[in-house]
């Protein structure tokens, strides 16, 4: 797997080089926190276990706080382009953001699968996170964006793994 990692490298490095393109994940990227949030709150208001909801709805906290750190630096990037960007090629599937919640229906899972499905989630786009925040050595403010973000995934797998 690390091969593979390290083999596309200078894929993520050539997707996350253009300003316009980086502005486009990034309000993706946003709408996908905003959309998780608004799952966790439900899972919240759905679970009996106290510790469980204070947990999902710091995560909806921190998931609506990712959203606002993403469209905040989308649209500053967006503010310094020359012109509008076109809509092009998205490629998201080169440069995936954390898996969103959006085709989840919280209220039909039972607890453990969501806690797995959570934790799994999480862990991948920590992997992703780490990877996009190596390659933008070039764009300090957006690393710092994914620097801050990585330590609430750190968090979010080890309550979802215990809660397990």
């Known amino acids: 797997m ?3 990692r390290s083999l ?7 997707v996350w080089l253009d300003t316009a393109r980086r502005a486009r994940k990034l309000l993706r990227f946003a709408e996908t926190e905003a959309d998780g949030g608004r799952d966790l709150v439900r899972a919240a208001e759905m679970t009996t276990d106290s510790l469980l909801r204070r947990h999902f709805l710091r995560h ?7 959203a606002e750190l993403f469209r905040g630096r989308g649209a500053a ?6 012109e509008p960007p076109r809509s092009g090629y998205r490629a998201d599937w080169l440069a995936p953001g954390e898996r969103g919640l959006d ?3 919280v209220e039909e899972l039972e607890v453990d699968a969501l806690l797995a499905f959570l934790h799994l989630s999480e862990k991948s786009a920590a992997t992703d996170f780490a990877r996009y925040r190596d390659v933008l050595r070039h764009d300090p403010p957006t690393r710092a964006v994914f620097e801050e973000i990585l330590r609430d995934e750190a968090y979010h797998m080890n309550y979802t793994f215990s809660q397990l």
Not at 60 to 66: F, G, S
């Open 2 to 4: 690390e091969l593979i």
């Open 8 to 14: 596309l490298r200078p894929l993520h490095r050539w």
């Open 60 to 66: 909806a906290r921190d998931e609506q706080r990712h």
């Open 77 to 82: 990037l967006l503010r310094v382009l020359p």
């Open 103 to 105: 085709d989840l229906r």
